[in-house]
Nanobody, 124 residues
Framework: QVQLVESGGGLVQAGGSLRLSCAASGIIFSRNAMGWYRQVPEKQRELVATINSGGRRNYVDSVKGRFTISRDNAKNTVYLQMNSLKPEDTAVYYC??????????????????WGKGTLVTVSS
């Protein structure tokens, strides 16, 4: 059974930092593309950052230069370091895993597994 468990969310002031972690089990982690998405009420879930099995990273334009996604295959964990946070970064952040494409993953393929989410609130 695949499990993705996020941690690290919380309340932070604008300009501050948080690091989200996602511990994965039940998958061959090193072969999977991993990603972070976020969602606010009444809006579609938004792709924030991804890292494929080869280590290639992609970011949504609004977080480039502020967020960094990384992975530790030995710990089956993916991270999202968030710096210079803004109130508009407030959302529930979800960890996601692909199980099929690995280094060839593309956003059009979507993700196969999802965590339950962790809330990030940035106050102004």
């Amino acid at each position: 059974q695949v499990q993705l468990v996020e941690s690290g969310g919380g309340l932070v002031q604008a300009g501050g930092s948080l690091r989200l972690s996602c511990a994965a089990s039940g998958i061959i982690f090193s072969r999977n593309a991993m990603g972070w998405y976020r969602q606010v009420p009444e809006k579609q879930r938004e792709l924030v950052a991804t890292i494929n099995s080869g280590g290639r990273r992609n970011y949504v334009d609004s977080v480039k230069g502020r967020f960094t996604i990384s992975r530790d295959n030995a710990k089956n964990t993916v991270y999202l370091q968030m710096n210079s946070l803004k109130p508009e970064d407030t959302a529930v952040y979800y960890c996601a895993a692909d199980s099929r494409y690995g280094s060839s993953w593309s956003e059009v393929y979507g993700m196969d597994y999802w965590g339950k989410g962790t809330l990030v609130t940035v106050s102004s």
